[in-house]
């Protein structure tokens, strides 16, 4: 299931660790089967235990707990908007949603085309900017209104040519 290529990229994670201490490698090796894969599957993550001698429960445990690993395929867009209560207060259930009702979908759900995976996620750490949410776990956007969330949601239709 996990390419040679994937191995080889492990690797160059382990390298950066003393050889008794690999298993701090796991969430470089997990980010790394997501990169390849757009997800992490139960068998990815016996892999990983396996290539880092440790228990598969123990690898499933990192992937459970951080948001940033998809325990299922996801569209093409993944969007987290901040439900902690900062946000909440600032409108963050309202545009969560906004979404839900632009995309189609309910929280938790992707869109039939694919294109967009809408969740809520913990807090983003930039509550004076309330509503946030994170785009595919890098872009982070902010003072999310409706209008703004509209201008997204249709700038990335568009880009895919799907306007």
Known sequence: MISETTFARFERELAKYPAEQKQSAVMAC????????????????????????MPEIAVHEVTTFYNMYNQAPVGKYK???????PCLLRDGGKALEHLEKKLGIAMGGTT???MFTLQ???CLGACADAPVMLVNDRSMCSFMSDDKLDQLVDSLRSAEGRA
Do not use: F, K, P
């Open 79 to 85: 969007l987290n908007v901040c439900t902690n209560l």
């Open 120 to 122: 809520q996620c913990e």
């Open 112 to 114: 039939a085309d694919g």
């Open 30 to 53: 997990l980010a790394i089967v997501q990169q390849e894969q757009g997800w992490i599957s139960q068998e990815a993550e016996a892999e990983v235990a396996q290539y880092l001698g």
